[in-house]
């Protein structure tokens, strides 16, 4: 069974940067998607960014130039640098990977930001 657990969620001011980890333990094989959504209360989630097995990315519109996702496969982790972080970036974030074409998600973290 793939276990996720996340870390490195809190409040940071506007402008502010944290830096999100999800390491993956229990895969059988590496992890080929990995990713991170968020959500708010009443919405559904949404997609932050994601990374496919040939390291292709893919980010939400809204935070293309301030967020980076990144992955150790060695550590089988999935990283999201968040930069330039405003209100409305404050959320639960969660992340998942695919593994064996199965989809595992972790807890979730949350992130507030606020002055």
């Known amino acids: 069974q793939v276990q996720l657990v996340e870390s490195g969620g809190g409040w940071v001011q506007p402008g502010g940067s944290l830096r999100l980890s999800c390491a993956a333990s229990g895969a059988t094989s590496r992890p080929y998607n990995m990713g991170w959504y968020r959500q708010t209360p009443g919405n559904s989630r949404e997609l932050v960014a994601n990374l496919d097995g040939g390291n292709r990315t893919n980010y939400r519109y809204s935070v293309k130039g301030r967020f980076a996702i990144s992955r150790d496969n060695a550590k089988n982790t999935v990283y999201l640098q968040m930069n330039d972080l405003q209100p409305e970036d404050a959320a639960v974030y969660y992340c998942?990977?695919?593994?064996?074409?199965?989809?595992?998600w972790g807890q979730g973290t949350q992130v507030a930001v606020s002055s």
């Open positions: 998942y990977v695919t593994v064996g074409g199965k989809e595992y």
